[in-house]
Nanobody
Framework: QVQLVESGGGLVQAGGSLRLSCAAS????????MGWFRQAAGKEREFVAG????????GYADSVKGRFTISRDNAKNTVYLQMDSLKPEDTAVYYC??????????????????WGQGTQVTVSS
């Protein structure tokens, strides 16, 4: 089992940047593929980015491709989401998630077993 805690959210102007972090408990972080998701008010939770266990395979939603970068540091049990060129439509609660059913990241929310509590990102125009 793994526990996830996100941090780094906040209020930023359009065009700005934020870096989210997700710290995981336990000794087996490297056995989990990780994902970042977001949920805007009144909308379903959606996939943002994913990274495989070792960090060499990543994937992104079309809406964030070229602006967001996911990375991980297995020595620090942490996954990151660097968000650049932020837009008002990026406003949402951002969640990190972990799964160890497969070696790589997945898009559906049901593929993930563990979730953090979320961190709010608000982008003003």
């Amino acid at each position: 089992q793994v526990q996830l805690v996100e941090s780094g959210g906040g209020l930023v102007q359009a065009g700005g940047s934020l870096r989210l972090s997700c710290a995981a408990s336990g000794r087996t972080f490297s056995s989990y593929a990780m994902g970042w998701f977001r949920q805007a008010a009144g909308k379903e939770r959606e996939f943002v980015a994913g990274i495989n266990r070792r960090g060499y395979s990543t994937g992104y939603a079309d809406s964030v491709k070229g602006r967001f970068t996911i990375s991980r540091d297995n020595a620090k049990n942490t996954v990151y989401l660097q968000m650049d060129s932020l837009k008002p439509e990026d406003t949402a609660v951002y969640y990190c998630a972990a799964q160890n059913k497969g070696a790589t990241w997945a898009i559906p929310t049901y593929a993930y077993d563990y979730w953090g509590q979320g961190t709010q990102v608000t982008v003003s125009s």
